[in-house]
């Protein structure tokens, strides 16, 4: 089956715009999250979706970041009025879910999107 | 709040031979899981391995084994016959068994591995 996917693969922007990165995951993963990568910090986890239930933003590093999750699939991260400091491969998982204990815990990565303010 | 450390940057090894890429980790907790990815320059982050930590068996998965030690709170992932296929950066990752939010993945900050034909 077809695995994570995340669009666009490479997105260059001004400094000041917003932008919108966008999350595939895979049929039937109830759990997604938002991980970025940046060479200073390493991989981040940003945020969390469980479902229905309201997201987990405990990551997020700022107010200009933000993400929704439409009828429990598809996911938006997006990114306002961007700063060089944002420039950074910004990943998407899924997992099967986080119900169970002994269900799963593998998550499973997208390509990631590379975004580069300038 | 849990903590991984992969002390090591980079590493090379000959094709055909056998690296033992080093992880250590923090913890307060007495169950979780633990992982290695792999990321090619694609960027496309691989699952190569997962250990539960009630298991005391060591995971394997063809060339790729672990080395669990509980107590010691070392994680080394062993490569067997490299490929050069293996060439990418390796990430080690800690993982809670709870819900919610805390099942996020905490990272280590990656090793550089190179093979030479």
């Known amino acids: 089956g077809a695995g994570v996917s995340q669009s666009p693969s490479n997105k260059v922007t001004e400094k000041g715009k917003d932008v919108e990165l966008r999350c595939d995951p895979i049929s039937g993963h109830t759990a997604l999250y938002w991980y970025r990568q940046s060479l200073g910090q390493g991989l981040e986890f940003l945020i969390y979706f469980q479902g229905n239930s309201a997201p987990d933003k405990s990551g997020l590093p700022s107010d200009r970041f933000s993400a929704e999750r439409t009828g429990g699939s598809v996911s938006t991260l997006t990114i306002q009025r961007t700063q060089q400091e944002d420039s950074a491969v910004y990943l998407c998982?899924?997992?099967?879910?986080?119900?169970?204990?002994?269900?799963?815990?593998?998550?499973?990565f997208g390509p990631g999107t590379r975004l580069t303010v300038t | 709040a849990q903590t991984v450390t992969q002390s090591q940057p980079e590493m090379s090894v000959q094709e055909a031979e056998t690296v033992t890429l080093s992880c250590t980790y923090d913890t307060s907790e007495s169950d979780y899981y633990l992982f290695w990815y792999k990321q090619p320059p694609s960027r496309q982050m691989i699952l190569v391995i997962r250990q539960e930590a009630y298991k005391q068996q060591n995971a394997t998965e063809n060339r790729f084994s672990v080395n669990f030690q509980k107590a010691a709170k070392s994680f080394s992932l062993k490569i067997s016959d490299s490929q050069l296929g293996d060439a990418a950066m390796y990430f080690c990752a800690y993982r809670s068994p709870v819900t919610g939010a805390n099942s996020k993945l905490t990272f280590g900050k990656g090793i550089t591995l190179s093979v030479r034909p």
């Open positions: 998982a899924s997992s099967l879910g986080t119900s169970g204990r002994r269900r799963g815990g593998e998550q499973y």
